[in-house]
């Protein structure tokens, strides 16, 4: 029997099968959870139906976290279809182009800002206190998705840095929030991994490179790494860890790159 056998867990943010997101979904799946899916924009549904039904689901629910009113609505379909929920998985993030590319003041703007910080960082715990109702006395667990350019600057992640900063910030202080109340949030910073969203910052394949040739594991990492990691801080086998970013990046965080 898997460890979250039973469990109910919400997982946005799977576009596609090389999304993070379909990784952490696979590997609830396995321990044996229960899922259901969410999508962004109707030209999107029927291919998350598609991994839904390979994930044994077929509660698949639209919501674009920019729209309030879909957030609701996402938690009000769970509520008639579940009556609750123990664990939500938060991975989404976007930024204008122009924002993750090149020079960081030149990238800047207030709309560009806005935008990641919107889409990236604040539908993190907007989505947890449209969830609260569902996630309340049953030891639930919420997770989201960071990177290592929230800590450090990365070449190109420039405006997407700062909205990963708040983010794991948002991490702390929900922990703080919501622990009293029995719900556990916490984040994991992956390394990187080439998916889509990936895909829109300038030389991401450089990135990679590096990675692979100074992390201490001298490789870097999949979504099937980030999914395992994810499924055991969702489940009861991580009841006492809160309010922290757990790094899965082959331990690039840990080196100074060049100076070994
Ligand atoms: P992905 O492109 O597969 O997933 C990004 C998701 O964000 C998509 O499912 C997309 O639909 C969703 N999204 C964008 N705008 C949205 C909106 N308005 N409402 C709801 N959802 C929206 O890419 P990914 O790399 O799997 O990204 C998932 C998360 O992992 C992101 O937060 C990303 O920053 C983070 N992350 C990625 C890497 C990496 O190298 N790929 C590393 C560390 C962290």
């Known amino acids: 029997m898997g460890f979250l056998q039973g469990k109910r867990i919400l997982v946005t943010g799977v576009l596609s099968n090389r999304s993070i997101a379909y990784g952490i979904a696979q590997a609830c799946r396995q321990q044996g ?3 259901a899916l969410t999508y962004v924009g109707e030209r999107f549904e029927e291919r998350v139906r598609g991994f839904a039904a390979e994930l044994g689901s077929s509660l698949v629910l639209p919501c674009d976290v920019s729209d309030d009113q879909q957030i609701a609505q996402t938690f009000e379909s769970l509520q008639s279809e579940w009556g609750y929920l123990d664990g939500l998985v938060h991975s989404i993030g976007f930024a204008p182009r122009e924002a993750i590319a090149g020079d960081f003041l ?3 703007s207030r709309e560009a800002f806005q935008i ?3 889409i990236s960082a604040y539908s993190f715990p907007a989505l947890v206190k449209a969830a609260l109702p569902l996630l309340e006395g049953r030891n639930s667990s919420v997770l989201t998705l ?3 350019g929230a800590e450090k600057v990365v070449p ?3 405006t997407m840095g700062l909205a990963k900063a708040s983010l794991e910030a948002s991490v702390r202080y929900l922990a703080s929030s919501i622990g009293p109340r029995g719900i556990r949030a916490n984040g994991i910073s992956a390394g990187p991994i ?3 969203a990936a895909s829109g910052i300038k030389d991401f394949g450089s990135i990679l490179k590096f990675v692979e040739k100074y992390a201490p594991l001298r490789r870097n990492v999949t979504i099937e790494d980030v999914g395992n990691v994810a499924a055991f ?3 009861e086998l991580a009841a006492g860890v809160t309010g922290e970013i757990t790094h899965v990046d082959a331990g690039f965080s840990t080196v100074t790159p060049g100076m070994e």
């Open 33 to 35: 959870a229960e899922l």
């Open 106 to 108: 030149e990238g800047l």
């Open 116 to 118: 990641a910080h919107d």
């Open 146 to 148: 960071t990177y290592l």
């Open 156 to 158: 190109n992640y420039n």
């Open 194 to 196: 080439k998916t889509l």
């Open 233 to 235: 801080l969702l489940s």
